[in-house]
C-alpha cells in the first residue's frame, strides 16, 4: 500500500498570500497524483489531477507540480473561499490512498 | 447536472447490517466505475471499495474485504454497498464516488455525493 503522507498538518496563511502544501507518496505513483479541497459538512472536490492538470471549473490560482513522491500543491493568491482541509490521494496503485490532510486556516 | 444521492445510513448494533444507495444522474451510469468513500467526522478520508462500470470486477479495503458487498444496478442507475458484521470502527460518513473518466484505470473521483453517516453503536 502506498502511504501517503502531508505537511505540514495546519498551515496558518493571510488573505492574498501565497500558501505552499506538500505531499509525500511512501513509493512512486509516477504522476497519478490529485487533490482535493474539503470545506466543513461538504464532500471533497476535484481540484488537481494528473499531478499539475487543474480539474474542471477550478480557478488558475491553483497549481500542482511533482512526480514520483514529491508533490506541491500552490495556492498563488488565497481568497476567503480558500479556507479549507486539502488531501492529496494516490491513484497510481489499489488501494487509493490519501494524505492525511492540510487545513488552511486564517492567520 | 451530475448528481449522487446516498441514502441509508442510520444507527445500527454491532454485528449488525446495513444496505447503503447512491443514486446516479446526469451521466451515463453505466459507462463509470465507481467507489464508496468513508470519513470519520473531523479525521481523513479512506478508500472502501470499488465496481467497475457492468458490476463484473470489485475490489475492497483489506478492512472491510469479506464483511462488504459493493453492487450496482445499472438499469436503475444505483450504486450499492452492502454492510455486514459491523463494527464501531466503521462509523463515518460513507461517500459514493465517480470516476473521472470512462475507459481507463487510473483515474481520480471527480463528483462525490453528500454522504450519509453510518453509526455502529449500542
Known amino acids: 500500500e502506498r502511504v501517503m503522507t502531508q505537511s505540514p498538518a495546519t498551515l496558518s496563511v493571510s488573505p492574498g498570500e501565497r500558501a505552499t502544501l506538500s505531499c509525500r507518496a511512501s513509493?512512486?505513483?509516477?504522476?497519478?497524483l490529485a487533490w482535493y479541497q474539503q470545506k466543513p459538512g461538504q464532500a471533497p472536490r476535484l481540484l488537481i489531477y494528473g499531478a499539475s492538470t487543474r480539474a474542471t471549473g477550478i480557478p488558475a490560482r491553483f497549481s500542482g507540480s511533482g512526480s514520483g513522491t514529491e508533490f506541491t500543491l500552490t495556492i498563488s493568491s488565497l481568497q476567503s473561499e480558500d479556507f479549507a482541509v486539502y488531501y492529496c490521494q494516490q491513484y497510481n496503485n489499489w488501494p487509493r490512498t490519501f494524505g492525511p490532510g492540510t487545513k488552511v486556516d486564517i492567520k | 447536472e451530475v448528481q449522487l444521492v446516498e441514502s441509508g445510513g442510520g444507527l445500527v448494533q454491532p454485528g449488525g447490517s446495513l444496505r447503503l444507495s447512491c443514486a446516479a444522474s446526469?451521466?451515463?451510469?453505466?459507462?463509470?466505475?465507481m467507489h464508496w468513500v468513508r470519513q470519520v467526522p473531523g479525521k481523513g478520508l479512506l478508500w472502501v471499495s470499488r465496481i467497475n462500470n457492468d458490476g463484473s470486477s470489485t475490489d475492497y479495503a483489506d478492512s472491510v474485504k469479506g464483511r462488504f458487498t459493493i453492487s450496482r444496478d445499472n438499469a436503475k442507475n444505483t450504486l450499492y454497498l452492502q454492510m455486514s458484521s459491523l463494527r464501531a470502527e466503521d462509523t463515518a460518513v460513507y461517500y459514493c464516488a465517480r470516476d473521472l473518466l470512462t475507459g481507463y484505470q487510473l483515474l481520480p473521483f471527480d463528483y462525490w455525493g453528500q454522504g450519509t453517516l453510518v453509526t455502529v453503536s449500542s
Open positions: 513509493q512512486s505513483v509516477s504522476i497519478n
Open positions: 446526469g451521466f451515463t451510469f453505466n459507462s463509470y466505475w
